[in-house]
């Protein structure tokens, strides 16, 4: 998968809201074979193959330094409230819950421009950190293959919830 069509994904995911603008999530675009096989080596065995014939397996970070950001992203009240989002307990929920809902709009933008999308959450996570994020402060979240899927690499589609199973109005 080419630069050009990681770099246009990423357009799509930035403009996604997120609490203050935050922006916490970071992406490794996996697409080399030495870093697919690396991170195929940290997976469960059901995910390898999926990482290794995947064009791209993006890894789905959070940087629990976030609030560092927060002047920039957010100017009109990024600079008070950085003291409170670098406090451990305020940081990693915030980063974890607003990296999770950027890796959702990843995986929506993905379609939007016609890949398919294979989100996964089996791998170990000290690994993949120790791997990829070395020196930082951020965490993996999850990993998405990306790519063109054919009736002979696809899942059929699920059953999923109905409105009334899934929620209520109130």
């Not at 294979?118 to 994020?133: K, L, Q, T, W, Y």
Request: charge should be negative; aromatic fraction near 10%; proline fraction near 6%.
């Amino acid at each position: 998968m080419g630069e050009d069509l990681i770099r246009q994904l990423y357009d799509l995911v930035k403009y996604g809201p997120t609490a203050l603008n935050a922006c916490p999530a970071r992406f490794v675009w996996v697409r080399s074979e030495d870093g697919k096989k690396i991170l195929a080596e940290l997976a469960s065995e059901g995910n390898r193959a999926k990482i290794l014939t995947a064009p791209l397996t993006v890894i789905v970070g959070y940087d629990l330094d976030f609030a560092e950001t927060l002047p920039e992203l957010f100017p009109a009240r990024g600079e008070a409230m950085k003291p409170m989002l670098k406090a451990p307990a305020m940081a990693e929920p915030m980063a974890f819950r607003n990296g999770t809902l950027q890796g959702a709009y990843l995986i929506l933008a993905a379609r939007a421009l016609g890949l398919d999308a294979g989100p996964m959450s089996g791998f170990n996570n000290a690994g993949v950190d120790e791997a990829f994020f070395a020196g930082t402060s951020v965490k993996s979240n999850f990993i998405c293959s990306l790519g063109y899927g054919s009736d002979e690499n696809m899942f059929p589609r699920n059953p999923r919830l109905s409105f009334e199973d899934a929620g209520r109005l109130a």
